[in-house]
């Protein structure tokens, strides 16, 4: 039971790096990916071919993952953020790419196809997931409140305006796009070393939705509020699990529900803070006592 | 100052600007007149280095002016767009602020705020109020404020009388004069025809994307062609 647990909060933190990565992109940028996935499984790949094939060391292998992903978003980057192509276009041209990933990994020599790659050393534990994963949250909390996070959330609100103020978005958003790719990447490559056995039909739109669907729950403009979000949405059909079937519809309604109730999401743009939530006790403490 | 010649830009199949050339002296006030739909717009938004330019040549300071609006903004040319493009959830301040984004000298920053302040003394009221609840007027002397936060020695601006009420255009205009009259050079396309062409030193009419009239501000509003199509005085 304590290893399920544990495992169910690897999970939900692998996901957390990865929907942070992509919180830091859409949520700041204002532009939708629907392609995330294919950072995901391009850190998954290069992390666990480097084990698997070449015996290298598993932070290294990670840090690989990380990088390839990120080279990858200036490739897919750069000609589409130069073009300066709209939402929805780019969320096209994202998922394009998405796809484009999954068949190229489906059909090359190194990553054997459909057959995957079956005992990839399982380094992932709980502690290397959460260290990275407070990694990763602090960085993000640190390119968000960094000029290029201003420039990038002037560029969400009116991006003919934060031209007129002379930033650069082009720079803003590929920059962003890298961040997101890497965090995705390594997300991918703790993945691989978490299952130990990956193959391509793991990394389809499903999962980039996912991941989308949680930024959007859990709050464009936030950091902390997509985390959340994931880990809710990894946790519940865990929970639920006695309902069988059913739980997959609880799922869907939670996300409905979310959508009509809190359009702004979990978060809206907030953050969630030590602070905050000591208000948010003592706040309730005082409203207790002036009841009583 | 600015100087632009044989100039033509297109949005696709559409040919927005054909040929135009216009000359920029420092210190003066130059007027683009036209209708709706005359490229008006287009010319402001390929200076500021928001379209690109399909022919012609764009001259600042005897070099050529760069092609990305970031590269234009630090060269000293800040344009205050149409429909002004306010950060409606920031405050007034924080908005000014935007505007200095490309700037590092804090003190320099500080020291106009406060003459924006002087310039634009409703706002010195509004501070902390977000922009988006300002009057079109105010938000107006905001977003001139804005442009002006980047220490721009040519400031381009597009309607800034668009939806105003009378009185409050007359304020803007006055505002205008006084800004030209602190150093920086001013390029104002304006529907308003008569108030513009009276305040400027020079100025030019555009009619589908071609320059038909070019002169000095007195001579175009005494000229018989503006005076009827867009004066609306008849003989």
């Known amino acids: 039971m304590l290893s399920y647990i544990s495992g169910i909060i690897t999970f939900s933190l692998i996901y957390v790096i990865a929907a942070v990565g992509l919180a830091i992109f859409t949520g700041f940028t204002g532009l939708f990916s629907l392609g995330h996935a294919a950072f995901f499984a391009i850190g998954a790949y290069t992390a666990g071919i480097l084990t698997y094939f070449y015996d290298v060391n598993f932070w290294l292998a990670l840090a690989s993952g990380g990088a390839m992903s990120g080279l990858v978003g200036i490739l897919i980057g750069y000609p589409t953020l130069k073009a300066k192509l709209r939402s929805d276009y780019f969320a096209i041209a994202t998922l394009g790419f998405g796809e484009a990933v999954r068949v190229l990994l489906e059909n090359l020599e190194i990553t054997q196809g459909a057959r995957g790659l079956p005992g990839i050393p399982a380094e992932t534990t709980l502690p290397v997931a959460a260290g990275v994963t407070v990694i990763v949250l602090w960085v993000a909390r640190n390119f968000v409140h960094s000029r290029y996070g201003r420039a990038a959330v002037a560029v969400r609100e009116d991006f003919v305006a934060a031209e007129m103020m002379g930033i650069n978005l082009f720079q803003v958003r590929l920059l962003s796009l890298v961040f997101s790719a890497i965090c995705g990447g390594v997300a991918g490559g703790l993945f691989a070393h978490y299952v130990s056995f990956i193959q391509p039909s793991m990394f389809t739109s499903y999962l980039s939705t996912q991941l989308t669907a949680s930024v959007v729950a859990g709050g464009m403009g936030s950091i902390t509020g997509p985390a959340v979000a994931t880990v809710i949405f990894i946790a519940i059909p865990e929970v639920l699990r006695v309902a069988s079937m059913w739980r997959l519809v609880a799922y869907g309604l939670l996300l409905v529900a979310i959508m009509v109730f809190r359009p702004q999401g979990l978060l809206g743009f907030r953050e969630l803070s030590w602070a905050g939530v000591k208000r948010w006790l003592t706040l309730g403490k005082a409203a207790g006592q002036g009841r009583g | ?235």
């Open chain 2, 1 to 235: 100052m600015l100087e632009i010649s044989g100039l033509q830009v297109k949005y696709g199949e559409i040919h927005a600007l054909r040929d135009v050339s216009l000359k920029v002296r420092a210190g003066s006030i130059v007027a683009v007149v036209g209708a709706n739909g005359a490229g008006k717009s287009t010319l402001m938004l390929t200076i500021a280095g928001l379209l690109p330019p399909a022919a012609g040549q764009i001259l600042y300071e005897a070099k050529p002016l760069p092609r990305q609006a970031y590269e234009v903004l630090a060269r000293g040319i800040c344009l205050v767009p149409e429909r002004r493009r306010l950060y409606a959830n920031l405050t007034v301040r924080e908005n000014l602020l935007m505007g200095a984004f490309l700037r590092r000298d804090q003190k320099g920053i500080r020291a106009d705020l406060e003459r924006m302040y002087k310039l634009f003394p409703i706002l010195h009221e509004r501070l902390k109020q977000y922009a988006g609840t300002l009057s079109g007027g105010e938000q107006q002397m905001a977003a001139i404020a804005r442009g002006l936060m980047s220490r721009p020695r040519l400031l381009l601006l597009d309607e800034p009388s668009l939806g105003l009420a009378p009185l409050m255009v007359q304020n803007v205009f006055k505002t205008v004069r006084e800004i030209r009259d602190q150093g920086t050079t001013i390029v104002l396309a304006e529907q308003n025809a008569f108030e513009a062409l009276a305040m400027a030193d020079d100025a030019l009419v555009l009619e589908t994307g071609r320059v038909i009239v070019a002169g000095s501000g007195r001579d175009l509003l005494n000229d018989p062609l503006v005076r009827k199509a867009y004066l609306g005085i008849k003989h």
